[in-house]
């Protein structure tokens, strides 16, 4: 009977990560991509999931289907850095400051210019197609990168692009118009 040593099984496992990487790690980074990942968030989820491969024990000899595991593991990465974002959006609202945001002295003329201004953008905005007005809301007003919307919405980077682009031109000729 040989007697396996623990060197052995990490050595084991050390090689057996390495040749996954270098097997699967543009299918990894395309995984992320297609998970609205940006470019380099999909390398830095992807060393995670190799991360995590490595400091799992015994995964040589434990584990039968490689790249399913392999797979579970970047899917657990994915869902894990998505969380993560949502915290730190939690923190991103401003904090009420009276130097800031106390009101300003604005006469009864520069109100009604700005109510009317705001009157002109809404109903402009209700005129856009509702794919387009979706599009320019999460672009400008909840500031989302345009990755994020295209995987939101099920849509290519490039409808986003046009849609975004369609309504910037179409509410800028409404304001200029009125």
Partial sequence: MVKVTSNEVRQEDRQLVESLARKHMPAVRRYFRRKGFDHADCDDAAQEVFMRLAQRKGMASEVDKFESYLFATAA???????????????????????????????????????????????RALKELPQRTRTIFVLARLEHMKQAEIAARLGVSLNTVEKNLHKALAYLGERVRSQ
């Fill in 76 to 122: 657990s990465v994915a869902i894990d850095l998505r969380r993560k974002a949502v915290v730190r959006s939690a923190g991103l609202h401003d904090s009420y400051d009276d130097a800031v945001h106390a009101e300003v002295g604005y006469g009864p003329e520069e109100l009604m210019d700005g109510r009317e201004a705001l009157g002109i953008m809404v």
